[in-house]
């Protein structure tokens, strides 16, 4: 599946839709695994319906809220009827929502399009029958990475789940990771986020064709700031 054929046919929102038929949903991750631009549309946009979710949630809350009964406006100042809370707080929410759209997807997709590349800093974590050799990445506070992760083939499995746990034993994020016999190292793309320094694991889980899932090993890597 090439660039071209994602945003001509709208996978990401489809894929946040969960319109995908299952082969197609596969080649898709498979995709943005690779394609930074792509898996930067799927982050950015994943992270609007939350917070559109928690803006909804917030107003339905406040709609519950027994209120007084209105007092009619005198007619000439009928105009400003829309301002009451019950036509307000929607417009509000969807302003919101198209100022929040424009943050997170369309500037950052402008500001990747005309910004000149960089080298990013880089670990690796050896899962499975690579053992665990506890690398280290070297980043500045508030910044983001590249973690390549290895995984054995295996054809037992249609897909893993790698989980993210910091110092603390918090789960931080999860990702689906497509099985292949071929390819046996994924580089993914670490958010910038307020990290504390220290050693964090990633647990791998394969998923079968069933569904079931079984653990298949975890790795750490060291993360420290620069002094």
């Known amino acids: 599946m090439d660039h071209d054929t994602v945003v001509r046919q709208k996978m990401t929102e489809r894929y946040l839709l969960d319109e995908l038929e299952l082969s197609t949903r596969s080649e898709f991750e498979e995709h943005f695994f690779g ?5 930067m549309d799927v982050r950015a ?11 909804l949630a917030e107003q339905r809350e406040r709609a519950r809220i027994p209120a007084r009964a209105p007092v009619p406006a005198p007619g000439p100042r009928r105009w400003l009827g829309w301002l009451r809370p019950a036509i307000a707080l929607p417009v509000m929410a969807l302003l919101l929502a198209v ?4 943050n997170l997807v369309t500037l950052p997709r402008l500001s990747h399009a005309v910004s000149s590349p960089k080298l990013l800093q880089w670990t690796s974590v050896n899962v499975g029958t690579f053992g665990d050799e506890g690398n280290v990445v070297t980043v500045p506070q508030g910044s983001g990475f590249l973690l390549f992760v290895r995984i054995p083939p295996d054809t037992t499995y249609q ?38 320094p220290g050693t964090y694991t990633v647990s791998l889980q394969g998923i079968s064709s069933t569904g079931q899932s079984k653990k298949v090993g975890q790795a750490s890597f060291e993360l420290q700031f620069p002094k």
């Open 99 to 102: 100022v929040g759209y424009q």
């Open 45 to 55: 946009a994943s992270l609007f319906v939350e917070r559109s979710k928690i803006a």
């Open 159 to 196: 897909r893993y789940t790698a989980d993210l746990y910091n110092p603390a034993g918090k789960l931080e994020w999860s990702l689906t990771i497509p099985a292949s016999e071929t390819q046996d190292q994924w580089p993914v793309q670490v958010p910038p986020a307020d990290r504390q």
């Open 35 to 39: 394609c930074p631009e792509c898996a």
